[in-house]
């Protein structure tokens, strides 16, 4: 059982005081002992000098008898226990007593010497046999005193200890309280000493501990309460993040014109089916779907009316599918569709031919009914490609191609991604020779039915390709058109047919030279202003230069290009209208454009011979021409038959392989002056 501080405390003062008594009484002992041994020493040295005067006559005289009753003389002295006497020579002559030396015995010496001369020594033993048993005593009584003196310590101090620690108790039995988390509570406070203070400081903290406790009390309430509310707010808060996470997941993932899945969600979808694909020998088809003309729309009746376009698209393409397909809008007017299970080009061209006969159903567009037609390209997993990127490259190759030969729809096939890799390095190439000046022009003459004379040139580019050689137009100019390089290609040529125009003008032989024009020219803001600078660089007279614009360009955005054309109309530069016949124009618009010339399409002129429509064709062109004051440009002589025909028509000009083919221009100028 431990003990209690009480006793301890007790138990510790009682024999700290009890030593210290015990150190006290115990040196006070040997300092007794100290001075009774230095005392018996005093006297045995005064006795044995007294002793060495009795015996110095007898010693001097020789009596040995006297010397005798001397020696027992002095041992009848108190505590004398020994005596002797020696002569000079060290012989003993008398002594009495025994000699003992103890503890309490002490030894004194004295010579015996008659003016100054030693005639012996006297030797005698005190003992302090009577003091013994008193330090005896002395130390009995000394430890009854200490034995008293620690009981009664021990007894003042349990009663002090038992008032401290009825305070202690008392303060102890407070803390385990408060431990026990009771507040409030107050001790008896007893007396006016530290403890007291202590006992009531103790009470003082009691007092506000339990105020404190009221008061955490309190705002533990309030914090319930407001946890509550906190619970209630985020709990809206997460049922709002949640909604707002799936409308941006949703917006992340579809496109919020036609609520279609986007880019984002199909690469998502081709890499699962791409997984699954692989785990079970599975096939699928991606098909790629880009609506032809759309930008016609957008230019013609407003993005308004293209939007509009899109859903419906969206909405046909949907209809059409199975629940297990994808229908995704790539952005603009390419949609893309993945078909899980198609394993075969004609499982998928079934399924594009299904979907572009959806498309063909005419779209309501405010007043107006579009047709609607698209091309589609399809790439199939995995023979033509096991990974995102790849099928959606060749799913887009077999659409350009599709698009580009006008075949509606088209599977992929290994050759057509080595086309677009020269497509790729070609359209490279014509960058790198429109900023070197690798393009030349070839030179194609206009004769005048009438008189049969050379009335103008056709400026036709030419590119002299390092490693392909001589290449014409249509193996350049359609994919300039399709890149950003179609204005600088233009302008080049442009400048190279001006700076030729001034060398004629020059040399008194001055000849118009016609210049092709794209329909992306037309779309330039800027290109009237352009074709002034142009012209004004070169040094050139505007009415030297012809601007030729496809039927087809016109009726693609007619407003723009009427204003184009009535703008160069005001710089000086006539236009002519190229390929009339394949645009369907009216004679109403016809009438509002600011051109001099049409040119007959080339392919009315070759088969007048054969086709008795085509003769008909022509000879209504050029009336209708004649009709709006406008001259008329035959294309495509290549017979003398042709061109007898084309002069019994009232046709003006004439154009094509039996009269020049396109020529550099040195030989074009010996072409000229042979036929001068």
């Known amino acids: 059982m431990a003990m209690s501080f009480r006793a301890k405390m007790i138990t510790g003062i009682v024999l700290i005081e009890g030593l210290f008594l015990l150190a006290i009484l115990m040196s006070s002992l040997g300092i007794l002992s100290q001075s009774r041994k230095q005392a018996l020493v005093t006297r045995a040295a005064s006795d044995a000098r007294l002793f060495a005067t009795a015996a110095a006559h007898a010693l001097v005289s020789d009596d040995i008898g006297a010397l005798q009753r001397i020696v027992r003389q002095v041992l009848r002295n108190r505590g004398v226990t020994y005596a002797a006497a020696w002569d000079g020579d060290g012989r003993l002559l008398a002594h009495a ?21 030693s005639y012996g020594k006297v030797e005698i033993e005190v003992a302090d046999r009577g003091f013994g ?45 408060i431990a026990q988390g009771e507040f409030g509570f107050q001790l008896p406070v007893t007396g006016g000493d530290e403890l007291a203070r202590m006992v009531a400081g103790f009470n003082g903290m009691s007092t506000q501990l339990k105020a404190l406790q009221e008061e955490a009390a309190r705002e533990h309430q309030q914090v319930l309460a407001a946890n509550e509310q906190l619970k209630e707010r985020i709990h809206e808060r997460t049922e709002a993040l949640a909604v707002a996470n799936r409308e941006l997941e949703y917006l992340a993932m579809h496109d919020p014109l036609t609520g279609l899945p ?42 308004q009316a293209g939007d509009h376009l899109l859903q419906e698209v969206a909405t046909r393409l949907v209809s059409r599918l199975r629940q297990s397909d994808t229908a995704v ?61 790849v099928l959606l490259r060749h799913a887009d190759r077999a659409m350009y191609e599709a698009k580009r030969g006008r075949r509606g729809f088209l599977v992929f096939a290994p050759a057509m991604d080595e086309e677009g890799d020269n497509r790729l390095r070609l359209q490279v190439d014509l960058e790198q020779a429109i900023g070197h000046g690798d393009l030349v022009l070839h030179y194609q003459p206009t004769i005048d039915l009438v008189t049969g004379k050379i009335s103008g040139a056709e400026a036709l580019v030419r590119w002299q390709h390092p490693v392909l050689g001589m290449l014409p137009p249509a193996q350049f100019v359609p994919l300039a058109e399709r890149t950003h390089l179609m204005g600088p290609l233009t302008f080049y040529v442009l400048r190279l047919a001006a700076t030729q125009a001034r060398a004629w003008a020059e040399q008194a032989r001055p000849l118009p030279i016609a210049v092709n024009v794209s329909a992306v020219n037309l779309d330039d803001n800027e290109f009237v202003e352009s074709v002034g600078r142009i012209l004004q660089d070169a040094g050139v007279a505007s009415e030297l230069i012809e601007l030729e614009v496809t039927e087809t360009a016109l009726m693609r955005d007619p407003e723009r290009a009427q204003a184009a054309i009535q703008a160069l109309s005001e710089l000086g530069v006539r236009v002519a209208i190229d390929d009339f016949g394949t645009g369907y124009s009216s004679m109403t618009y016809l009438r509002k454009l600011a051109v001099a010339k049409i040119k007959i ?12 429509n085509d003769s008909v064709i022509v000879r209504s062109i050029v009336d209708l021409g004649h009709s709006l004051g406008l001259k008329v440009v035959g294309e495509g002589v290549e017979t003398a038959e042709a061109m007898a025909v084309l002069a019994s028509l009232g046709c003006d000009y004439a154009q094509g392989f039996h009269l020049a083919r396109p020529m550099d221009a040195p030989a074009f100028d010996r072409w000229r002056q042979e036929h001068a």
């Not at 015995?105 to 010497?113: D, G, I, L």
């Not at 399409?601 to 008795?612: T, Y």
């Open 329 to 389: 809008r790539l952005g603009g007017d390419e949609f893309a569709i993945l078909l899980p299970g198609v394993a075969h080009g004609a499982g998928a061209e079934k399924v594009a031919r299904k979907l572009l006969r959806t498309l063909e159903e005419p779209v309501v567009l405010g007043d107006r009914r579009v047709s609607v037609t698209a091309s589609c390209g399809v790439a199939l997993f995995p023979a033509h490609g096991d990974e995102v990127g």
């Open 97 to 117: 007593g025994r000699n003992t030396v103890g503890a309490h015995t002490y030894q004194a010496v004295a010579s015996v010497a008659v003016d100054k001369t």
């Open 601 to 612: 399409d080339k392919s009315f002129v070759m088969d007048m011979g054969v086709s008795r």
């Open 133 to 177: 048993p008193i330090l005896e005593q002395a130390g009995r009584r000394i430890i009854v005193i200490a034995l008293g003196e620690m009981l009664l310590t021990g007894l003042i101090f349990w009663i002090f200890g038992r008032y401290l620690m009825r305070q202690i108790a008392a303060i102890e039995a407070g803390t385990a309280r």
């Open 262 to 303: 986007n880019r984002i969600l199909l690469q998502d979808r081709l890499l699962q089916v791409i997984r699954a694909g692989r785990r079970e020998a599975a096939s699928f088809a991606l098909m790629i779907l880009d609506i032809d003309g759309f930008k016609d729309v957008n230019d013609s009746l407003g993005h």
